[in-house]
């Protein structure tokens, strides 16, 4: 079997697909993307077809090795996407190729579902008991949200104070059992990360996400003895060299990986199970598309340490379209009791609706964050 060609799509509302077909008529699909740079990665992934067109697409360890050390310059967040993407799509043809899942070639599945939580408030938190209320009538036994607005460095307490009435507002409507993980998206700073995480200690949070940037990862063990809910971070590191230090220094409770960053299943894979060893969580970040949901379900099939999952379904980004429109059996993602079911179909276990994608493309995308300010003028953390 050969690889014959390599296609990228720029798709709504914010995702990029790829697709690696080859000469015995088998095709797979991944999912390389930075949020706001889909473009800068659809022309790394272009780069990188130069090396795989030609090649037999079954030896997937010693490809991921040549486009990742076959770069004087490596590493980062385009350059692990891309290979993220292709690696998912290695992975769904050889699934394809034998007739089994991913997960079957891992090792075989030790769960047969996984938790799922659900994304409420958008970019500016709001309404957020409604919210929750909303999921947790849809089946959904936990959520996450944006903990603030944009803060200053050292900034006031009415902003602290903001952020306990919403979530024990939450608390108050969903009962003291409801999972809430609270992002505070790196928009946070070390001096007021510290007050938020011991004032928001008696609400019983699932998890405090990203309460520093990653490059602040030091400050992390400060706030911790501040605050005994578990630390999440990972979603801005991107291989098993950059979760070194964060695993050795006992930093995280909990790391998340997202694999369309963080190299693809193959890497991901190895991230995982260095956690394992520190004895800390994985809760995979996934934002996006149905590909990239996939590609986690068969991570969160064989990762012992792996306990929820993000997904996107109804996220404030998906304006136009959502999870379920580029796959044509939508019940593969069936949520049931907080709980998803981990696809049994052959490679990542769903069906693209290639039609669909190819008719969105030609539309595409130009999705950037928004770039805020604090009342001075100056730059604000998204």
Known sequence: MKITAIETFIVPPRWCFVKISTDEGISGWGEPVVEGRAHTVAAAVEELSDYLIGKDPQFIEDHWTVMYRGGFYRGGAIHLSAIAGLD??????????LGVPVHALLGGKLRDRIRVYSWIGGDRPGDTARMARDCGDRGFTAVKMNGTEELQIV??????????????????????????GIDFHGRVHRPMAKILARELEPFRLMFIEEPVLSEHAEALKEIANHSATPIALGERLYSRWDFKKILQEGYVDIVQPDPSHSGGITETRKIAAMAEAYDVAVALHCPLGPIALAANLQLDAVCYNAFIQEQSLGIH???GNDLLDYITDRSVFHYEDGHVAIPDGPGLGIEVNEEAVRRAAKEGHRWRNPVWRHADGSFAEW
């Open 155 to 180: 900034d006031s307490h009415a902003k602290v104070d903001q952020v306990l009435e919403r979530v024990a507002a939450i608390r108050d409507e969903m009962g003291p059992d409801f999972g809430i």
């Open 88 to 97: 998912q799509a290695l992975w769904d043809i050889k699934g394809r190729a």
């Open 317 to 319: 980004y998906n304006t």
